[in-house]
């Protein structure tokens, strides 16, 4: 019965994989290659008849069996819908408060924020903008770093990103702050040894100070406060899920901090010290 069962369930996922793949094929056929639509249409009849037609044939087959692979899909589907649904979520309300460089300046103007010396690497996910997290840690910390590099890592869909273009430094138009982008392809290795990824940032940074006039006082400051110390500071954020939320948003963002308090942090993989790593934690309101 079991052997059945399981030979029954291969059929139907076999030929639903045939059948899907023909479709996704179509599609790229039409938006990615271009392809003219005679041939595009000549293809798509073809195989969509014939596997139609065997899919036909098996789809009986479900209640004995073949109900098994769509349960499977359907909890896998589930997984997914709802990191997407929660990831679009935050990211949503990180573009509609993120910080600028303006606000950023404004914050710093405060004389209440002291600047304490060091060096300080900020991670954020935001590239145009700042992450909302920054001003809650210094409107409750009262502090800023000296020197602060605003750290992003970038996915880019290519096997491997050419080692003079991994990162990506600039300066953001206050004293003491830059930014810097860490890009890598699905074929890179994020781990590095926590003083060399250091290193290999300032160095960046050195090259980039040095295009401007009066660079020296600026790169002095830059060692000094590395050797001072580093401190790697990361936001760790959560949804505040209200009586005025939805039925859904409570379901799906319940379900999406579960499965973001089982992901891991990718400051292991660049092996930043644990002594020297600050988790700052935030609320986003959903």
Known sequence: MGYATSL????????????????????????IWRTPHVLVALYFF??????????????????????LPFAISFILAFIMFGWFYGRQR???YEMNYKITIEDLGMLLSNPEIQRVPGLCFFYS?????????LGHYIKNMRSWHKVTVFTTLRYLLVAKVPQ??????????????YGCVIQYGYADSLNR?????????????????QKISGYEEEIAELEHAKLIGVVHVRGKTRFHIGNKVGWFDKIMLAFYQ?????????????????????????????
């Not at 073809?46 to 109900?67: C, D, L, N, Q, R």
């Not at 003079?164 to 702050?177: Q, T």
């Open 8 to 31: 029954i369930s291969k059929r139907v996922v076999v030929s639903l994989v045939m059948l899907i793949t023909t479709i996704l094929l179509t599609l790229v056929m039409i938006m």
């Open 90 to 92: 935050k990211f949503e």
């Open 258 to 286: 579960v499965l973001h308090g089982n992901c891991r942090s990718a400051l292991p993989a660049l092996a930043t010290p644990l002594t020297q790593r600050i988790e700052v934690g935030m609320l986003y309101e959903a």
């Open 125 to 133: 996910n935001i590239q145009d903008g700042l992450t909302p997290i």
């Open 46 to 67: 073809t195989f969509f008849i014939m596997e139609g037609v065997y899919v036909s044939a098996v789809v009986t087959k479900i209640p004995e069996g073949g109900w």
């Open 164 to 177: 003079n273009e991994r990162i990506v430094v600039n300066k953001l138009g206050l004293s003491g702050v």
């Open 193 to 209: 040894e926590g003083e060399d990824f250091v290193t290999q940032i300032t160095e960046c940074l050195r090259n980039e100070i």
